[in-house]
């Protein structure tokens, strides 16, 4: 494969299809020599997203989102994007992620994962982001206390799906 030359301490290429995991050496040759020194590159399985839970949260953020998956692997740059959003994911499991969810506009966001910082993993799931509800009153206010007082709620911005 080709390398890029971008200073003096960098060089860029972009890794060939392997068709198998595992650790892999990789030399820098030039028209004229190859380097004795070698690094390693892992070839690790694709990462697939499967679902979040839960799958809604509220504008101002913290909403701690599970992602579920498969071939997930402890790794120092793990992620999880909502929409432009990076935040750090916490490794559960080989298919459990946590993500807490950014402060975020009003609307679906796509999420995708990523265990490199580079290569985000996108299967078309979303979270949406709700405006929290306001609550003004209780009517009635009281009841009896041996229960069975219907209460409504009342104030602004309810949402359905946050309700069930």
Do not use: K
């Amino acid at each position: 494969m080709p390398a890029y030359y971008e200073g003096a301490s960098l060089l860029r290429c972009t890794t060939p299809r392997y068709g198998d995991t595992g650790v892999v050496q990789v030399t820098l040759i030039n028209t004229d020599a190859a380097y004795e020194q070698v690094a390693l590159f892992e070839y690790a399985r694709t990462v697939t997203v499967v679902n979040l839970d839960p799958l809604l949260g509220p504008s101002r953020g913290g909403t701690r989102v599970t992602v579920e998956g498969h071939h997930y692997a402890p790794a120092m740059g793990a992620f999880c994007r909502f929409g432009d959003a990076l935040v750090t994911a916490v490794f559960i499991s080989s298919n459990r992620l946590w993500c807490d969810a950014p402060r975020l506009s009003v609307g679906f966001h796509a999420v995708q994962v990523t265990l490199n910082n580079q290569n985000f993993v996108d299967d078309g799931l979303a979270f949406d982001v709700y405006a929290p509800p306001a609550i003004t009153a209780a009517e009635p206010a009281s009841g009896p206390e041996l229960g069975g007082t219907l209460v409504s709620l009342l104030g602004e911005r309810f949402y359905s799906r946050a309700a069930q």
